[in-house]
Structures are given as structure tokens and as C-alpha cells.
């Protein structure tokens, strides 16, 4: 299976900086690759599939980049809704897979 | 406006089964794919497996394989997920997951999300 590595484990930044997390694949998954977000106690939600593409309603601060095995995501002017865990996950390949998840906190 | 309403918390002894029911409205049914993505407490996000919703087919991640069962009611458009042999490890809340492509798509995201049922497994 596709094992999906993210770094690092834990961000802490401050309100208004940027933010890149990053998500690497042991193997290509083209441009088969999500983000997700998820606050506690609630379900994730998806603001990047395609590597690339927000979905509507997702803010424009978001972007994310790559392909192959190398992929970003990164925020730029991080908001206070934004502290949260951000997981990345191929859909390539079966079995579909999930990174780790990195959590962006409050410095 | 699509929704994914799952069933209520569950409670299982060790060895026992669990069904956990996710009701799908406001999109073609058949057109999408169904997955189930568990969360164990303070873990990360685990792909369980899928239903196609236009053929039925599966596809498992190999520990859950033999031990789980995926179906799908096109009549009452609701996807079941059924886990057997229960084992405390199993304690988790099990999500639902719609695909964001239609079938032959290639999509396999997963644009809306049930709301989780949490699944606690006694030993």
C-alpha cells in the first residue's frame, strides 16, 4: 500500500503568517491527492482534491501544489478558524490511504 | 443540498457485530461511491473500504478484509457498513464518506461526510 508521510507532526504560528505543510507519497499518485481539515469533534472537510483544486466555498487562502510524490499544502494568512489537523490522502491507488495529519496550533 | 445522516452510537461486547447505517439524500445515489473512514480516539483518519454506488463492487483495505461488509440500498439510499468479531481496538467513530466523482470519474475524495457514530467495544 501507498504510505502517506506528513511533516511535521505539529505547526505552532501565529495569526496572519503563512503556513506550508507538506505530504509525501511512497510512490507516484499523479495528481490523485486530497487535504482535508478537521476541527475536534467534528468531520473532516475537504479543501484540496486534484492536488491542486479548491472546492466551492473553500477560501482562496488555501492552495495546494505537487505531484507525483511530493505534495503541499500551504495557507496564506492563517485565520483563527484555521487551527486545526490537515490531512492529506491519496486516492490513486487502492487501498485508498491517509497521511498522519499535522496540527496547526496556536504559538 | 447532499447529506450523509448517520445511525446512533453503539455499544458492543467483545467478538459481537456492529451495523452502522448512513442515509445519503440531496444527489444521485447511484451515481457516487460510498467509503467508511474510522477515527480511533485521538488517531488519525484509517480508510476502511468502499462501495461502488453504481455497480455494488468493493474494495477493502486488507486488515478489515473477511471481517467487514459493505452494502448499499439504492431503494432507500442508505450504505451499511457491518464489522464483525469486534475487538476493543475497534473503538472508534466510524464515518461515511461520499465520493467527489461520479463512477468512471477517477475522483476518490470525499467531498460530504456523515456526522461519525461513535463505536465502543467493551472487552
Known amino acids: 500500500e501507498i504510505v502517506m508521510t506528513q511533516s511535521p507532526a505539529t505547526l505552532s504560528v501565529s495569526p496572519g503568517e503563512r503556513v506550508t505543510l507538506s505530504c509525501r507519497a511512497s510512490q507516484s499518485v499523479s495528481i490523485y491527492l486530497a487535504w482535508y481539515q478537521q476541527k475536534p469533534g467534528q468531520a473532516p472537510r475537504l479543501l484540496i482534491f486534484g492536488a491542486s483544486t479548491r472546492p466551492t466555498g473553500i477560501p482562496a487562502r488555501f492552495s495546494g501544489s505537487g505531484s507525483g510524490t511530493e505534495f503541499s499544502l500551504t495557507i496564506s494568512s492563517l485565520q483563527s478558524e484555521d487551527f486545526a489537523v490537515y490531512y492529506c490522502?491519496?486516492?490513486?491507488?487502492?487501498?485508498?490511504?491517509f497521511g498522519g495529519g499535522t496540527k496547526v496550533e496556536i504559538k | 443540498q447532499v447529506q450523509l445522516v448517520q445511525s446512533g452510537a453503539e455499544v458492543r461486547e467483545a467478538g459481537a457485530s456492529v451495523k452502522v447505517s448512513c442515509k445519503a439524500s440531496g444527489y444521485t445515489f447511484t451515481n457516487y461511491g460510498i467509503s467508511w473512514v474510522r477515527q480511533a480516539p485521538g488517531q488519525g483518519l484509517e480508510w476502511m473500504g468502499s462501495?461502488?454506488?453504481?455497480?455494488?463492487?468493493?474494495n477493502f483495505a486488507q486488515k478489515f478484509q473477511g471481517r467487514v461488509t459493505m452494502t448499499s440500498d439504492t431503494t432507500t439510499t442508505t450504505a451499511h457498513m457491518e464489522l464483525r468479531s469486534l475487538r476493543s481496538d475497534d473503538t472508534a467513530v466510524y464515518y461515511c464518506?461520499?465520493?467527489?466523482?461520479?463512477?468512471?470519474?477517477?475522483?476518490?475524495?470525499?467531498?460530504?461526510w456523515g456526522q461519525g457514530t461513535l463505536v465502543t467495544v467493551s472487552s
Open positions: 490522502h491519496q486516492y490513486n491507488t487502492w487501498p485508498l490511504t
Open positions: 462501495i461502488s454506488g453504481q455497480t455494488g463492487d468493493t
Open positions: 464518506a461520499k465520493e467527489g466523482g461520479g463512477y468512471g470519474s477517477g475522483r476518490r475524495d470525499f467531498d460530504y
